[in-house]
């Protein structure tokens, strides 16, 4: 599943008259960029979820022959990524797991390795490395299981433990792209029920519901050493993706 729904505030003005799937870097779209890794790594077809935009982004998805491709809509409310992916059910339901990848990250990630260190008993395993942010994700340092997350600006900590003593606890950041198992949507709707969200158009993002569902099913991380990522989030991120594409593709 591609994640293309965004409204690319951070990338304004461009974004006044383009979907943040559509930038271009080195003279092809983001959402292009995506395709052609997850092509490359093995991944026979894909979802797009729709909002800002929409239309552009459904005819590129119709002109575009890199692979099969599902239209997610959510034109009626931007239901952010959790909502995102159980919106998506009818696509992903019964394929066993599925790739997650935010359409504005670009990576040298080897998808068919991060595939390979997911655990047979693993609900989700999300990306992580060690870089400077100021959000981080929490795991257990020897079976690298997810317990929450800090903002170590604020002291802020989450977490479903409350005994969690976070100096002994791995502190690594999330790079927005993660594995689930297609077993994870009965706790989704689990999660909707519990929180009183709309079970018709239920809004909330993806790292709630790890993070109060983390106690009670296997969430890991996986760690890529020497990964480098560019989140395209703001214009000065433009040219280092665009640094980034080139040094991918000369190796």
């Not at 491709?69 to 931007?78: A, K, N, P, T």
């Not at 983390?214 to 214009?235: N, P, R, S, W």
Request: charged share 25%; glycine share 6%; proline share 5%.
């Amino acid at each position: 599943m591609i994640f293309a729904a965004g409204l690319g505030t951070r990338l304004k003005p461009i974004t006044d008259t383009l979907p943040k799937a559509l930038v271009p870097v080195c003279g092809k779209p983001l959402i292009e960029h995506i395709a052609r890794k997850l092509k490359a790594s093995g991944v026979e077809s894909a979802v797009v979820n729709v909002h800002h935009f929409a239309d552009m982004i459904e005819e590129w998805v119709s002109a575009q022959d890199i692979l099969p491709m599902e239209v997610s809509d959510e034109r009626g409310q931007l239901l952010e990524t959790g909502g995102g992916v159980l919106n998506a059910k009818p696509y992903l339901e019964g394929c066993g797991q599925f790739l997650i990848h935010n359409v504005d990250i670009i990576s040298d990630l080897d998808i068919r390795w991060m595939a390979s260190q997911t655990r047979r008993d693993a609900m989700a395993t999300l990306l992580v490395s060690d870089r400077v942010t100021s959000r981080y994700l929490l795991f257990d340092p020897d079976t690298m299981r997810l317990k929450g997350w800090t903002n170590v600006v604020t002291g802020e900590v989450r977490s479903p433990y409350p005994d969690l003593d976070v100096t002994q606890c791995r502190r690594l950041a999330f790079s927005g792209i993660h594995i689930m198992s297609d077993t994870a949507f009965a706790a989704l709707e689990d999660f909707v029920s519990r929180e009183g969200l709309d079970p018709e158009h239920p809004r909330f993002p993806i790292m709630d519901f790890y993070l109060s569902a983390c106690a009670l099913y296997e969430i890991y991380g996986v760690e890529a050493d020497g990964l480098h990522l560019v989140d395209v989030g703001k214009l000065d991120t433009l040219e280092i993706a665009e640094k980034e594409i080139s040094r991918v593709s000369q190796n």
